[in-house]
């Protein structure tokens, strides 16, 4: 079953269907007015279950920094982490699309939810429950995580294990019409050893997917035993967009352990993308080589910090979201150990540049209990963030940047098992959101004091708010073709 490109004349369609004919068209697109949240319960003392949060962002409103609705999902501890929809740029050409439906994958309970977000944007309604047996019977994966729509009009989301908890890192393909359980992208027996994201590029027939770790590892908490073990990965996959074969494995070594979020330039002709690297917070650039394989060098190394008075004598950066400007000029990622988000320039694409950075809370403030013995970057240990009265717990974690690129939103929560090893007090205060104004000129970063969502103040009491999703599509949700 193929899943090329559907709308291959969409470079020169007049009408069309949803999102943008062009990353550049995308940057002139209307500024965002509300965004989606998963909020999760699964891991703090409230027994609710996990819901979508729809947040108003527009300064005009006399809602702006409030949660304007709630949706919550009709089971308990589902652990709602990443997004994706129906249709997207990629189906740009075909105007029979609609941008409706919103594909909400639960990590742990392995359920896919389809949200109506068409008929009320601003009150966000179930459309659709896939549940797990679906996965696990037609598939043998479970823990979906990353969705991304198809030009073919198809759901392809990313599983990191199968349904024992076994690392597995194998796509399941939904039908877009019905949301029902299509079968696997992958052949028998091509499935990667770990799954978590992935991006691809229809102009080269490539995809690249990458690795977390198996479910059962990761599931309560991060054991750093578990890595010499071989629980977590450490390798990029390369796979033929229309034969579904797995071509190429790129082994990053033990500097590119657990790489996460991968991110293709936003450019369709574009032959290299950027990985974030969480273990030892490095960021690899990958690329296609002039004999037509792929290879991988690492392009920014954040070292780690000599402590006392924490879990380990070193403590990483932990990158554990990156994403690029729909320009193709910056690249933004996350620090949720350290506390800071940086902004690279990446023109010189071998050559990132550091332009910005802030903390936003982390676990090296000043007045906590860690100690910086040695920082090689020779950077004071940051004073604790406090935003309208409002001690920031936890550290900056999924990004979200507006199409214009001027606004940076951030969220502080990883996933609830590791907010609850690593940033116990914010599991018991909330988790927030943050946005940051960005110099789009030379580069710079400089908090918004003026904006916060604190998710210490929801009805049901204190959630996690994850990742960030904007109705008409954003820099991590489209793809062009």
């Not at 319960?41 to 996990?50: G, V």
């Not at 960021?283 to 296609?288: E, I, L, S």
């Not at 502080?412 to 090893?421: E, G, I, R, V």
Request: hydrophobic share 35%.
């Amino acid at each position: 079953m193929s899943v090329t490109c559907c709308c291959v004349f969409s470079a020169s369609c007049s009408g069309c269907g949803p999102g943008y004919r062009s990353p550049l068209d995308a940057m002139k697109g209307p500024r965002e007015e509300i965004v989606y949240l998963p909020c999760i319960y699964r891991n703090t003392d409230i027994l609710k279950p996990d819901y979508l949060a729809t947040v108003d962002v527009d300064p005009k409103s006399p809602t702006y920094c409030q949660v304007i609705h709630r949706l919550p999902m009709p089971n308990l501890r589902d652990e709602l982490h990443h997004s994706g929809w129906n249709a997207c740029s990629s189906c740009f050409g075909d105007a029979s699309k609609k941008r409706n439906r919103l594909i909400l994958p639960s990590l742990i309970s392995s359920r896919v939810y389809v949200i109506d977000v068409g008929t009320n944007p601003r009150a966000p309604q179930m459309h659709k429950m896939v549940e797990p047996v679906d996965l696990y019977w037609k598939c043998n994966l479970a823990n979906p995580h990353t969705s991304h729509c198809l030009a073919n009009g198809q759901i392809m989301i990313s599983c990191l294990g199968d349904p024992a908890g076994n690392g597995k890192g194998g796509f399941i393909l939904l039908d877009g019409e019905t949301f029902e359980v299509v079968g696997n992208f992958e052949h028998p027996g091509e499935s990667a050893p770990f799954g978590y994201d992935f991006w691809y590029q229809p102009r080269h027939n490539v995809m690249i997917s990458t690795e977390w770790g198996a479910p059962k590892a990761l599931a309560d908490g991060f054991n750093p035993a578990h890595v010499k073990e071989g629980h977590y990965g450490s390798s990029l996959h390369v796979w033929d967009w229309t034969t579904h074969r797995k071509l190429q494995t790129i082994d990053l070594g033990e500097e590119g352990a657990v790489p996460l979020e991968v991110r293709f330039l936003h450019d369709p002709s574009a032959t290299e993308g950027y990985v974030g690297c969480a273990l030892q917070s490095t960021v690899f650039r990958f690329y296609k080589t002039p004999k037509g394989d792929w290879a991988a060098e690492k392009v920014i190394g954040i070292p780690s910090k000599k402590v006392e008075g924490w879990v380990l004598p070193e403590m990483p950066g932990l990158i554990t979201d990156i994403l690029i400007s729909l320009d193709d000029r910056f690249l933004y990622f996350s620090n949720w150990l350290h506390g800071d988000i940086r902004q690279y320039d990446i023109t010189d694409r071998r050559n990132p540049r550091l332009v910005g950075q802030v903390f936003l809370g982390g676990s090296i403030v000043s007045d906590g209990p860690v100690k910086v013995l040695e920082d090689p970057e020779n950077q004071p240990q940051p004073p604790p963030r406090i935003i309208q009265g409002r001690r920031i717990y936890g550290a900056p974690q999924m990004l979200q940047l507006s199409l214009d690129g001027r606004r940076l939103y951030v969220t502080t929560s990883l996933y609830s098992a590791w907010d609850k090893q690593f940033y116990p007090d914010m599991v018991k205060a909330g988790s927030v959101m943050m946005q940051m104004d960005v110099n789009t000129v030379d580069g710079g970063l400089s908090l918004n004091e003026n904006f916060l969502v604190d998710f210490g103040k929801e009805p049901d009491g204190p959630v996690l708010a994850h990742e960030l999703r904007y109705p008409g599509g954003d820099c991590t949700s489209d793809i062009w073709i």
